[in-house]
């Protein structure tokens, strides 16, 4: 199962911050449609019907059915940058 790492937590926290979404709304991972292998990020103010919910901290991150297999030895993590517009990663998680 995909984890999220702290600072990963406070990202998507600010990200939503400045949003209208519904308190139990999340940050939705999926499978490109047009890219084999690629993975899409965006603001979901509920899961898909089949999605994997994970929550840390109050924040939820829904994860597509499809992208369950790709994310199941991952952390999602996040680089420096600019406040507001993080730059997320996914790094092989140690077992």
Request: glycine share 6%; no cysteine.
């Amino acid at each position: 199962m995909l984890t999220l790492t702290d600072k990963a937590v406070a990202a998507i926290r600010d990200v939503m911050a400045g949003e209208d979404v519904p308190a139990d709304a999340g940050l939705r991972i999926a499978a490109k449609a047009d890219e084999a292998g690629a993975l899409e990020l965006s603001l979901a103010s509920q899961p898909h019907a089949g999605d994997q919910v994970i929550e840390k901290e109050n924040v939820r991150v829904f994860v597509a059915e499809e992208a369950v297999p790709i994310l199941d030895d991952k952390a999602l993590d996040v680089e420096p940058g600019k406040p507001g517009k993080p730059t997320f990663r996914l790094d092989r998680r140690d077992t």
